[in-house]
């Protein structure tokens, strides 16, 4: 079981591992369901979140000019509404694991894969408006986080990063190197065991755990199958930021089965990298 995998035991042992407070999830689990959204709920959860009010504020009050100052929470979700209110938890949640930067990986680059995961957020919120299978603000969150298991291990054992990062530049494939190094399991599963000990819903944990293998889940749904292709769109882009040139590859079958042309696709592959800047200096985070 993944719970007594060998390296499950050394991240549960390691002094860096992130706990992301249980009310964050529950908050969370509420702004993704619009149509049921409680506020005075979702403002209680909130509440319990150290820092979190004062990031909320904070962000208003410094890039809205607005004639009253927002000081409380529920001003601030009241204003920002759900959707926004959702972005910044889960920009706040990536900052929880982020790498300490006293633990520095040798070879691995944080900031160049932070950008892999922009990217796949960015493809994940145009292909679901386009295909209109889901929310495009909700996808964008599963994006930024979908790599969850990768951020785990570089925050937890960077020198397994750094080795796997090793093999990935000599050509080989992410998940090749990862079972190599990790004795057999991926990052994927590493980011299903860590989104269910945070208690987050049961799709983000789909999501993150099947984005490469959606068929593998026998209830896959229209949000695997879109991260499915946003995380190949942006990886295409990744290899070209480590200078590799390998050629763009990505599932046919669900390209067809998400109903779009490859015209979309290709061209939006053309896009990500000026689009992730844009995006980039929104999200400020310092890795």
Request: aromatic share 8%.
């Amino acid at each position: 079981q993944m719970s007594v995998h060998p390296i499950i035991t050394k991240i549960e042992e390691s002094t860096s591992l992130p706990e992301i407070p249980k009310y964050i999830g529950e908050a969370l689990n509420i702004l993704l369901k619009p149509l049921e959204f409680h506020m005075e709920e979702c403002i209680d959860k909130l509440s319990k979140v150290p820092e979190l009010e004062a990031t909320l504020i904070n962000v208003l009050n410094y890039h809205l000019k607005l004639k009253k100052d927002i000081v409380s929470l529920e001003d601030a979700v009241l204003y920002l509404g759900s959707e926004n209110t959702k972005i910044i938890i889960m920009e706040y949640m990536a900052k929880l694991v982020l790498p300490d930067k006293k633990i520095e990986t040798k070879v691995f680059n944080h900031r160049t894969y932070w950008k892999h995961s922009i990217a796949t957020a960015i493809a994940c919120r145009i292909i679901a408006k386009e295909t209109g299978l889901s929310d495009g603000s909700k996808m964008f969150t599963y994006g930024l986080i979908h790599d969850v298991g990768v951020t785990i291990l570089d925050r937890c054992l960077p020198e397994y990063i750094d080795e796997i990062h090793k093999l990935q530049l000599k050509g080989m494939h992410q998940i090749a190197s990862e079972k190599i190094v990790l004795n057999g399991i991926t990052h994927t599963e590493i980011g299903m065991w860590i989104c269910n000990r945070w208690g987050l819903s049961q799709e983000i944990v789909d999501v993150v755990g099947y984005h490469h293998s959606p068929f593998l889940d026998n209830d896959f749904s229209n949000e695997v199958l879109i991260m499915h292709l946003a995380d190949s769109i942006s990886t295409n882009y990744y290899e070209r930021l480590l200078g590799n040139k390998s050629t763009f590859r990505y599932s046919e079958k669900i390209r067809k089965t998400l109903g779009l042309s490859k015209d979309f696709v290709n061209q939006l592959v053309i896009d990500i990298p000026k689009e992730v800047g844009k995006i980039d200096r929104i999200i400020k985070i310092e890795i």
